[in-house]
């Protein structure tokens, strides 16, 4: 069954540092997503994407944040200026259709710890 | 924001009985109601839905009911097996009429325990 894939599973960085989270969706899914889960809350939502543009995001997605599709496989989140409250599990998410009835298929999460 | 509650944090059942998971809404733009199941060092994976013209649907072992009314749905299990155990996230979704998509609204989750 096709999966989501996302790289690392474990990113170790100093605060202030920039980091990419690499996320390699299902092959013929159209909208793109990631999420969060800091230790003990939650999973929220930050951003959603599709025809190379952000559908949507939330208040957590601020300007340290931005997406990007590179290629035609590949979506990736970067941080900008890593802070201590950034550390959290980032899953990626991809669905075939935007429509509220399509589930969205999950990867395994990168574990982000800053220092 | 407490718009999807799961008030049970833990819920532990003897394997081959029925396990009931509570979530409650606030949100009356929810159109369709998703359930994730997540074990340890994996990401949530899409277990079961309905959409809000229904009060029931079934897949198998899994059965979910929802009280548009009360604002609440339940997943039911049965039988309970090992393998069920992990936490159960209710994900409800709002009608979207925009061209992308948004992402879904989690509650905190219930683990479930099943017991040999």
């Known amino acids: 069954e096709p999966e989501v894939t996302q790289t690392p599973s474990h990113q170790v960085t100093q605060m202030g540092q920039e980091v990419i989270l690499r996320c390699v969706p299902i092959?013929?899914?159209?909208?793109f997503y990631w999420y969060r889960q800091i230790l003990g809350q939650k999973v929220e939502f930050l951003v959603s994407?599709?025809?190379?543009?952000?559908?949507?995001k939330s208040e957590i997605f601020d300007d340290q944040f931005s997406v990007e599709r590179p290629d035609g496989s590949n979506f990736t989140l970067k941080i900008r200026s890593t802070k201590l409250e950034d550390s959290a599990m980032y899953f990626c998410?991809?669905?075939?259709?935007?429509?509220?009835?399509?589930?969205?298929?999950f990867g395994d999460g990168t574990r982000l710890s800053i220092l | 924001d407490q718009q999807v509650k799961q008030n049970s944090p833990s819920l532990s059942v003897q394997e081959g009985r029925i396990s009931i998971l509570n979530c409650d809404y606030t949100n009356s733009m929810f159109d369709y109601f998703l359930w994730y199941k997540k074990y340890p060092a994996e990401g949530p994976t899409f277990l079961i839905s309905?959409?809000?013209?229904?009060d029931k649907n079934e897949d198998g072992r899994f059965t979910v009911f929802l009280n548009k009314s009360a604002k609440h749905l339940s997943l039911h299990i049965v039988p309970s097996q090992p393998g069920d155990s992990a936490v159960y996230f209710c994900?409800?979704?709002?009608?979207?009429?925009?061209?992308?998509?948004?992402?879904?609204?989690f509650g905190k989750g219930t683990h479930l325990i099943i017991q040999p």
């Open positions: 309905i959409s809000s013209i229904k």
């Open positions: 998410a991809s669905s075939l259709q935007g429509r509220s009835n399509q589930p969205q298929h």
């Open positions: 092959s013929n899914h159209l909208y």
């Open positions: 994900a409800p979704r709002a009608k979207y009429s925009g061209g992308g998509a948004d992402g879904l609204t």
């Open positions: 994407f599709y025809n190379n543009e952000i559908s949507e």
